[in-house]
């Protein structure tokens, strides 16, 4: 009598070649509670881009003969991106070996997701990080993370799996069938009566749709398709029917994040960029609340739709994957990152302040992240290392000395801030720039057109209503007649956003000024449209105040600028950035008395970007070349 194997724990295979991954074959059973088993197939994705490669040089008969007979031996895999959660690996899967039986330990949301998505009669190919990586191997974890982008988008559809259906969700089929109308009948208006609220809400708060890794993963993705228990939808439908819907102005329960994440992950696919184009700093900031597990997937989980790679490392820190990653910016002269490092400037000051920490909120919103060769002078900057220290040193000119600030904006401010800040700052504005106020506070999007003015004050007394003032208040606030006369020719600008990035542009204003030819376009007087130019405020004067200058410079820079910081320009980039002299630091080279003093290096810290109208109006050789070096801190 022959003794009964045991199942044993499951051993990985090692990937030998590097573009090599495994594919979970998912067995198929007639019910829903039969044992979950799979096997594990190794596929070489290389020789899968190569086949690819090949198809697109031949005539399109070879091409359709290829395609039939790759259809009989290669189905092609699906990938999943879903949400990891936070139980622990407690439920036994069954793994089919040609050796001996054996069990791999999963955690229990990813038994549910099996058995949703198993077929009752046909194996099911699936790419699941959890099981095809070797969880306990880091080394193998790093190289497979660095391919995620290639598996993503080599796979024929990825599931975004968004859970098994509830109670709370047992209308979930009928909302998707609502969503798939809306769109397919091209009703504008109105098409949110028919959407079942509370549904639609419970879905969207869903853990899949706060996850980082999603961005690449559905970017990615030759087909997205949304799923929840046994109900699908496509992706681009569904968050075109979302999207819909906010803009009927009735649905102020959606979540706005949520919306407006899905919103960029679908122009993002609707583009050109998004295949490996992607400015990544945009990225990181546009999705800087998406939420990952492990603080150094910040980067890593946006690596696959970008150029800009640094090697995977789980054995480092997080602030020593942010320090290298920031000095691969300086490396290829990218001084945008600059515009990033003030907004999201260390709380520990472990880092240096022109490294971004990509785990804190922004303080402000960067003016521009976009790679930008104003001129053949590019940005010449490198990193020094002393010991622990980190120091960025460049040339650049410094523009002015700060003598004067305006009163703070919170960075989610509210329209009840708005006209306390607009009396404010238009008080320290140089009488000779006030026609440059809406412009600079607006970073460029809106202007003031004197000859389009009219008599009404639709802004103005929108504003007061919402600080709540009355009419008859109005001769309460110092410096009214000022703000009235600047609120009152406002329209969209074309010419100093067509020197910013498209992404944070279109993220920040959605389709509000629509980009056409000629100097100012406009979508109708803002004057008569305060809603619109309110929202536009808020987000531009977000962690924000105006400074002015030794030289009469008017601007606006970071919440905590102050009297005595400088602003500086820097060559190729497209925003002034004020910087902080730091006195009582200084590197010492050689030894003795006269080696310090000559020794002796004047530093400073990044406090962030800025916004000067006049300087954005410039190209770059009419900003001065009269450089100086600065080190930063």
Not at 205 to 215: E, L, N, S, T, Y
């Amino acid at each position: 009598m022959s003794a009964t194997l045991l199942p044993r724990d499951y051993t990985y295979k090692p990937l030998d070649k590097s573009a090599e991954i495994r594919i979970v074959v998912l067995q198929a059973a007639p019910h829903f509670e039969s044992p979950l088993a799979i096997r594990l197939q190794h596929c070489d994705l290389a020789e899968r881009l190569q086949d690819d490669k090949e198809e697109l040089d031949e005539d399109w008969t070879e091409h359709i003969r290829r395609q039939e007979l790759a259809k009989s031996q290669w189905t092609g895999y699906e990938a999943v991106s879903y949400a990891w959660g936070t139980e622990a690996a407690t439920v036994v899967l069954e793994v089919l070996d040609d050796e001996a039986p054996a069990t791999l330990m999963i955690r229990p949301n990813v038994e549910t997701m099996l058995k949703h998505l198993r077929s009752k009669t046909n194996d099911r190919c699936l790419w699941i990080d959890a099981i095809c990586i070797n969880q306990q191997d880091d080394r193998e974890k790093e190289r497979q993370v660095q391919f995620m982008g290639k598996i993503f988008s080599s796979a024929k559809a990825v599931l975004a799996w968004l859970g098994a259906s509830t109670d709370a969700l047992e209308k979930c089929d009928q909302l998707f069938r609502d969503l798939r109308r809306a769109v397919a009948s091209q009703v504008e208006d109105g098409h949110g009566s028919m959407i079942d609220a509370q549904v639609l809400q419970d879905l969207l708060a869903r853990p899949w749709f706060r996850r980082r890794w999603i961005v690449q993963e559905v970017l990615l993705a030759r087909e997205a398709i949304v799923v929840c228990g046994n109900h699908t939808i496509d992706f681009m439908i569904f968050v075109n029917s979302v999207w819909k819907l906010t803009q009927e102005g009735r649905h102020d329960w959606l979540p706005a994040d949520v919306v407006r994440k899905l919103c960029t992950v679908y122009r993002f696919r609707q583009s050109f960029f998004y295949r490996g184009r992607a400015a990544i700093l945009a990225l990181l900031v546009v999705f800087h609340a998406a939420e990952c597990a492990d603080d150094r997937d910040r980067i890593y989980a946006l690596d696959g739709i970008t150029d800009w790679k640094i090697p995977v490392s789980y054995l480092d820190p997080a602030e020593g994957i942010y320090l290298r990653y920031a000095a691969t910016h300086i490396e290829y002269g990218n001084s945008a990152l600059l515009n990033c490092s003030g907004a999201f400037r260390s709380s520990t000051h472990v880092l240096p302040s022109w490294v971004p920490d990509w785990r804190v909120a922004p303080r402000f919103m960067p003016v521009t992240t976009g790679l930008t060769f104003k001129n053949k002078d590019i940005f010449d900057g490198n990193v020094r290392y002393t010991g622990s220290k980190a120091t960025l040193r460049f040339r650049g000119k410094a523009m002015a000395q700060v003598i004067a600030v305006g009163a703070s904006a919170p960075f989610q401010a509210e329209d009840a801030d708005l006209l306390p800040l607009l009396v404010d700052w238009s008080s320290l504005c140089p009488t000779d720039l006030l026609r440059e106020f809406i412009a600079t506070i607006t970073l460029g999007s809106v202007e003031q057109v004197h000859t389009t003015a009219t008599i009404n004050d639709f802004v103005l007394d929108f504003l007061l209503q919402a600080s709540g003032m009355w009419q008859e208040d109005r001769h309460l606030v110092s410096g009214y007649y000022t703000v009235r006369i600047l609120l009152r020719s406002l329209v969209f600008s074309k010419r100093v956003w067509s020197a910013f990035d498209l992404t944070l542009y279109s993220t920040i204003f959605g389709g509000l000024g629509r980009r056409e030819t000629g100097d100012v376009v406009s979508t109708g007087p803002l004057s008569q449209s305060p809603q619109t130019f309110a929202r536009v405020l808020r987000h531009t004067i977000g962690g924000r105040r105006c400074f002015l200058t030794k030289n009469g410079t008017f601007g606006l820079g970071p919440a905590d600028t102050q009297p005595g910081d400088i602003v500086i320009s820097v060559p190729s980039a497209v925003t002034p950035y004020v910087l902080r002299p730091e006195p009582d630091k200084w590197l010492v080279g050689g030894v003795g008395s006269v080696a310090r003093y000559f020794g002796r290096r004047e530093y400073h810290t990044l406090v962030g970007d800025c916004y000067v109208h006049w300087f954005a109006m410039l190209d770059a050789p009419s900003r001065g070349l009269d450089k100086r070096c600065f080190n930063i801190i």
